[in-house]
């Protein structure tokens, strides 16, 4: 939009309001209050109602069209304790449902494979229901609703072709899965906090197909069970018997090579019986004897040849003791005491002491002869107890290397030994685990039950047809509020008058109610206004003249042009109005007719003025109380009738200028006369009239863009047929 940002240069002696200027236009964030949504229903209530009604009746076909779904719950009770006899392990043979378990029995349960189970057993492959490649059959519980529009569906786009969907079909497995498919989509299973119990739900179309499905599922999930636990636990037993034979056969064999190899190594199974063992622990310890008794002649030996090859020449230890040298030293010792005595009585020199030396020397000779003697018996001791010795080791060292041998034989019978046991702890065990199996019995009870059959039910549990009324109700309201307020949001025309304030960025001086369903035609709302001085639409023209005094007159403004973009916005009707209040007021106002037609200002006044009309161009001084007329009744308001097309409006307004209070120009529609635009120039100010529901947003900017060009002044605009007041 166009708009003139600075004050308008009117030409001298128009009295133009100088502080009216031009502002950029603002723009006002648009929201919804109760009041703007009470009025959008009263403005809307069409197509509020329209689109409530197409809601709901959509509502009710939905309701009516659903398809009915019926649930039927059936519940399985799992023992506390889970069975297992075929697991290995004693732990495992008996464990504690806990809650992975039952997460575990959820998802078997809902497995393809017990599904399958569960189609075979049902013959579901030939239910059309679940086998969708078969042609549809019709439900018995279809409402009349549903029959009748499934009846207009096959008349439109025909029946179902049996040969055709033959053809489609690709093999009984393709129909089998399609028929598990159908079936898990069917029916859920669900589980509370800790319970160990679990609860199947199936819904379908038909009650009775329901409950079977779901009595159905909980039945083969029990005898399913039970059936792969006596599978597992057959298994066991044929692989422990087999086992068990194949272990025997590995024991006979090794008790069989244990024998030979015990008799070809030359091996005992009793110690006590190993009489070359006992042999060699004979001889071991006469060996370790020997080398005791050589250790004791090699030291007696040596001691006695330390003692003779010492200087002391008195030969004295244990090594050297024998019966004669025993003697000799008992000689020698008593010699000794006796030359000690002669010494000491005679002297040293003395013959008796000098016979006793020789005589003891003599016995030392003989002791030094005993004493070699018997070093070289210890010699000859020492040497055969070496050589016994010797000889005892050959003998022990070939007994080893004997027994080596045997001891290396002796470790491999060990090792098969060893292997016989291992196997026969095995076949022991294997023996343990058939006679803990009992597979002669034949009896394996599941460790569930069957708490809750399914009750065939009465009622659809979808569609609930309350809650789809009331869901449906509350969507259509939604739906018509936003219906409502999206026509709001992309409707054009004006309605309120803050809306063309905010369009123009001017105020709106009046807004006038519709009176058009109660009076047919504008001289009947002009009498009405002037019988009732005190009713909306007299007091909405008076606030317009009020208006006019405090913004423009006092300015020293007397010309108004009233001006609309289109016709039917009850222009002439807000100018005559206008100049009616001014003139009760004690104004001096005169309208100028600019429309001359059947409904102009002097026409609903009942003033003539088609032979006073000023139709040719106006040329100096101008008699004006020739041209003006007067309406016969009260308040006698004055008109001056003028061709639209005249372009010397200025020189009429300065002529009435000196007679008049209020020149009000009833100029004609835009859409009509394009003139009106640049007769603008010739005034001193324009209020627009709009008409509320008929002038839209993209008139009223077109006019006031091209009244900006002209450099007009707009006081604001009129709301005119308004349905209530701002």
């Not at 030359?339 to 020789?358: E, I, M, S, Y």
């Not at 006092?554 to 001006?563: I, T």
């Not at 200028?657 to 529609?669: F, G, K």
């Amino acid at each position: 939009m166009l708009t003139i940002d600075r004050k308008v240069e009117t030409p001298a002696g128009r009295g133009q309001a100088a502080a009216v200027q031009y502002r950029e236009a603002r723009v006002t964030p648009r929201g919804y209050g109760v009041r703007d949504l009470l009025e959008l229903f009263r403005r809307y209530r069409l197509t509020f109602f329209t689109l409530l009604g197409l809601a709901m009746l959509a509502t009710l076909l939905t309701a009516a069209l659903l398809p009915r779904v019926y649930t039927a719950a059936s519940a399985i009770v799992f023992d506390r304790n889970d069975v297992r006899p075929y697991e290995a392990q004693v732990e495992l043979r008996k464990l504690e449902r806990d809650r992975s378990v039952m997460e575990t029995e959820l998802d078997v349960i809902r497995s393809r494979v017990f599904v399958g189970v569960v189609v075979d057993a049902l013959n579901l492959v030939n239910d059309p229901d679940f086998n969708t490649y078969l042609p549809k059959v019709r439900s018995e519980h279809e409402t009349f609703l549903q029959a009748f529009f499934a009846n207009i569906s096959e008349f439109i786009f025909g029946g179902p072709d049996t040969r055709i969907q033959k053809e489609r079909i690709i093999s009984e497995n393709v129909q089998r899965n399609r028929a598990m498919s159908m079936l898990l989509s069917s029916y859920t299973v669900t589980r509370t906090g800790e319970s160990l119990a679990l609860t199947i739900r199936v819904e379908q179309s038909n009650p009775l197909k329901a409950a079977t499905i779901a009595d159905a599922i909980a039945e083969q999930y029990l005898a399913w069970t039970a059936k792969k636990t006596e599978e597992a636990t057959n298994n066991t037993v044929a692989y422990l018997r087999g086992e068990m034979a194949s272990s025997a056969t590995r024991i006979a064999s090794m008790e069989r090579d244990i024998a030979a190899f015990a008799r070809d190594s030359d091996l005992t199974f009793d110690p006590q019986d190993d009489v070359l063992r006992a042999r060699m622990l004979q001889l071991n310890e006469q060996y370790v004897g020997l080398r005791v008794e050589e250790a004791g002649a090699a030291a007696k030996y040596n001691e006695a040849k330390a003692l003779v090859s010492s200087d002391d020449k008195k030969i004295a230890g244990s090594a050297l003791t024998s019966t004669q040298l025993d003697q000799l030293r008992a000689e020698e010792a008593r010699l000794e005491r006796t030359r000690a005595q002669l010494g000491a009585k005679f002297g040293k020199n003395h013959p008796l002491v000098l016979d006793a030396t020789t005589e003891l020397e003599s016995v030392r000779a003989m002791i030094g002869n005993e004493a070699r003697r018997l070093v070289q018996e210890l010699e000859n001791n020492a040497k055969v107890a070496s050589a016994r010795a010797e000889k005892f080791q050959s003998e022990l060292s070939a007994l080893q290397d004997k027994v080596q041998g045997r001891n290396l034989a002796e470790i491999r019978r060990r090792e098969l030994a060893r292997d016989l046991q291992s196997e026969q702890a095995v076949y022991d065990q294997i023996v343990l685990r058939l006679g803990a199996l009992n597979p002669e019995r034949g009896e394996y009870k599941p460790t569930a039950r069957i708490a809750s059959y399914a009750e065939v039910p009465t009622k659809p549990t979808f569609p609930n047809n309350t809650m789809v009324i009331v869901a449906g109700s509350i969507g259509a309201m939604l739906l018509s509020v936003v219906g409502v307020i999206i026509s709001d949001a992309l409707e054009s025309r004006l309605y309120l008058p803050r809306d063309a304030e905010h369009l123009l960025n001017r105020p709106n001086l009046a807004s006038i109610p519709d009176m058009r369903k109660r009076f047919r035609n504008s001289s009947a709302f002009y009498h009405y206004m002037l019988n009732n001085p005190e009713s909306p639409a007299a007091t909405a023209m008076r606030t317009l003249c009020m208006a006019w005094l405090t913004i423009d007159h006092e300015a020293g403004g007397k010309v108004v042009m009233l001006c609309s973009p289109a016709l039917g916005d009850g222009k002439t009707t807000v100018a005559l109005g206008m100049a009616t209040m001014a003139k009760i007021d004690g104004l001096r106002p005169i309208v100028i007719d600019l429309d001359m037609s059947a409904q102009s200002a002097p026409s609903i006044a009942g003033a003539n003025t088609k032979e006073s009309a000023i139709t040719a161009p106006l040329e100096g001084k101008v008699d004006i109380k020739s041209r003006v007329c007067a309406s016969p009744a009260y308040p006698f308001l004055e008109f001056i009738s003028v061709r639209p097309g005249l372009m010397n409006l200025d020189v009429l307004c300065a002529e009435l200028r000196d007679c008049y209070d209020l020149i009000i120009v009833d100029a004609p529609a835009v859409e009509e006369n394009e003139g009106v635009i640049w007769l603008a120039s010739h005034v001193d100010s324009v209020i627009l009239v709009c008409s509320s529901g008929g002038t839209t947003d993209r008139q009223l900017a077109n006019v006031q863009q091209r009244l900006s060009l002209n450099h007009a002044v707009i006081l604001g605009s009129v709301m005119n047929y308004c349905d209530r007041s701002e």
